[in-house]
């Protein structure tokens, strides 16, 4: 398995303290995740803010599991980002996904981990009035 940070227009996400979970929804086969942002220097310098609200959105989801990050952060790899693009996935092999539109994730907040499987995602900053798309890159 290759594991490839997904980077936004502030960097990667890759310390613990990056992203902050408050709660996760599922409705039918969407995941939703809210929470905050910490801010790294280019963050606070457009937002003015140290933490900013946030939406992460998984949409057709096939599957997707989680563990406590001090619990099972020994089970997973070593990756300096919190959120990362799976390929050569062995849980897709074994869930007899054939790849197509389908993608593997890796999501780290403080306290959790979370594997998903899903078609894509939508990841939303709040900046003071509506919330924004926040610019990713693999």
Known sequence: MTYFSIKTQFGVLNARNSIYLDSVTQSGNKLLFKGELSCNEDMQKTFGKRFVTYNLEFRKVCFYKCGALDHVERFYHDSESCFDLVTDSVLLKELRISKGDI???????????????????????????????LGLKY
Not at 105 to 122: N, P, R
């Open 103 to 133: 993608q593997h994730y890796f999501l780290q907040t403080y306290d959790y981990i979370y594997e998903i499987v899903a078609e894509s995602f939508e990841f939303l900053v709040h900046n003071g009035s509506d919330f924004i798309p």
